[in-house]
């Protein structure tokens, strides 16, 4: 088991968030499932940001690859779904 710990902003917000995987190199799709799990944003509705790349462009691209490692600041831009009661 990998842990990454990222900071994730969300409009005025900064999330610590922790990906686990099975990977030693998680991809951006395991990222998006993870900011859709932990935010509440839909993967479709996300616009995720690093050093001015959106990443969600190369689902299958490797995280490294943008140079995201561990205390990595991203940017997310999309809309939190309602809480279903």
């Known amino acids: 088991m990998h842990f990454l710990k990222l900071q994730i902003q969300h409009g005025g917000d900064i999330h610590e968030m922790i990906l686990t995987t099975n990977s030693?190199?998680?991809?951006v799709e395991e990222l998006l499932r993870h900011i859709e799990k932990q935010l509440n944003i839909p993967m479709d509705?996300?616009?995720v940001v690093f050093k001015g790349q959106s990443l969600q462009e190369n689902p299958q691209g490797k995280l490294r690859r943008y140079g995201i490692t561990n205390a990595t600041l991203i940017?997310?831009?999309g809309r939190?779904?309602?809480?279903r009661r």
Not at 24 to 27: E, G, K, S
Not at 80 to 83: F, G, M, N, T, Y
């Open 80 to 83: 939190k779904q309602p809480l």
């Open 75 to 77: 940017r997310v831009v």
């Open 45 to 47: 509705e996300q616009h």
């Open 24 to 27: 030693n190199d998680p991809t």
